[in-house]
């Protein structure tokens, strides 16, 4: 059975690691967006807060740090940016992926560039977490 798509109206979120934000700076790693199957969490499934606490509860325990914010980007600004970027375009897919203990999950399939992470980085709107430790 083919994965179920997120349709371009809706939001997705993206933790982020402390190590891969350098807040002095403002400088953010490309390793946020990188790779393929990128895990995202859908919006229209649950809220903000929510999705904290399960990003806290699943990923604070990673190599990578704490996380310290997260990234909300628009599917279909995602999608426009996936098929605009110049030096390969991509069709980037937002598919949904729910877990037990996250029924907002949702997956990037697609392997995004360095180049490319840093461009969706750079249009993401970025949420401090509303209950720091």
């Avoid at 190599?63 to 940016?81: D, F, K, T, W, Y």
């Avoid at 110049?86 to 360095?114: F, G, L, M």
Wanted: include cysteine.
């Amino acid at each position: 059975m083919a994965p179920l798509l997120c349709p371009p109206e809706e939001n997705v979120l993206r933790a982020i690691h402390s190590a891969h934000w350098d807040r002095n700076e403002d400088r953010k790693s490309s390793a946020i967006f990188k790779g393929p199957n990128i895990s995202v969490s859908r919006l229209s499934v649950l809220q903000l807060e929510e999705l904290f606490a399960i990003f806290h509860r699943k990923l604070d325990e990673s190599p990578n740090g704490r996380i310290v914010a997260a990234g909300e980007i628009n599917v279909g600004s995602l999608q426009r940016i996936g098929r605009d970027y110049p030096p390969r375009p991509i069709e980037i897919t937002v598919e949904e992926d729910p877990e037990n203990d996250n029924p907002a999950h949702a997956v990037i399939p697609q392997k995004v560039s360095q180049g490319l992470a840093k461009v969706i980085i750079a249009n993401l709107a970025i949420h401090d977490d509303p209950h720091p430790a």
